[in-house]
T-cell receptor, first 110, second 113 residues
Framework: GQQLNQSPQSMFIQEGEDVSMNCTSSSIFNTWLWYKQEPGEGPVLLIALYKAGELTSNGRLTAQFGITRKDSFLNISASIPSDVGIYFC??????????FGKGTHLIIQP | KAGVTQTPRYLIKTRGQQVTLSCSPISGHRSVSWYQQTPGQGLQFLFEYFSETQRNKGNFPGRFSGRQFSNSRSEMNVSTLELGDSALYLCASSFPGGPYEQYFGPGTRLTVT
């Protein structure tokens, strides 16, 4: 089946630092979604991308849909403690369901 | 607008038993998808329902089944529970036909002993 390769697996950063994570696939996708999950909760949709080359922001978060349609990245600027969590990329959707990456664990060191 | 709700939030069952989980989608959303989340396999698609019909199913055994009611609420059932079925079961709702933004509930944490 389709696989999304998400990296890095985990990130240990200082508060105030910028964060960058990405997702790649061997298949072409028409949609890229980025979610954040906190302990004991379901994933929360952060950003949705639908066009190759599209760059979309949501506050301090910025995500881009790669031109080849096989990759996407998510940047977080000036990280704060509440950014801690697991970030997932996802693609597909509709009747076929979403395919998810394995997630990037973001840990902010005091 | 209320989000996706799932009940119960936590459940402990014994091997061999069966379990039913419930999901109420966001008002107006008619597509409901179910996912299993485990530390080893991550988030995996179980099945998707629209208009009371299962449109697709992921790579799971027949012990996993579901249904959708006319009000779009959905249930999933797991029969003959195995230890490996311990997981967080997530329900997500969306508008059918796109955009493919799915909104998740908080999940049901199932522990099989």
């Amino acid at each position: 089946g389709q696989q999304l390769n998400q990296s890095p697996q985990s990130m240990f950063i200082q508060e105030g630092e910028d964060v960058s994570m990405n997702c790649t696939s061997s298949s072409i996708f028409n949609t890229w979604l980025w979610y954040k999950q906190e302990p004991g909760e379901g994933p929360v949709l952060l950003i949705a991308l639908y066009k190759a080359g599209e760059l979309t922001s949501n506050g301090r978060l910025t995500a881009q849909f790669g031109i080849t349609r096989k990759d996407s990245f998510l940047n977080i600027s000036a990280s704060i403690p509440s950014d801690v969590g697991i970030y997932f990329c996802a693609s597909g959707g509709g009747a076929d369901g979403l395919t998810f990456g394995k997630g990037t664990h973001l840990i902010i060191q005091p | 607008k209320a989000g996706v709700t799932q009940t119960p939030r936590y459940l402990i069952k014994t091997r061999g038993q069966q379990v039913t989980l419930s999901c109420s989608p966001i008002s107006g959303h008619r597509s409901v998808s179910w996912y299993q989340q485990t530390p080893g396999q991550g988030l995996q698609f179980l099945f998707e329902y629209f208009s009371e019909t299962q449109r697709n199913k992921g790579n799971f055994p027949g012990r996993f089944s579901g249904r959708q009611f006319s009000n779009s609420r959905s249930e999933m059932n797991v029969s003959t529970l195995e230890l490996g079925d311990s997981a967080l079961y997530l329900c997500a709702s969306s508008f059918p036909g796109g955009p493919y933004e799915q909104y998740f509930g908080p999940g049901t944490r199932l522990t099989v002993t």
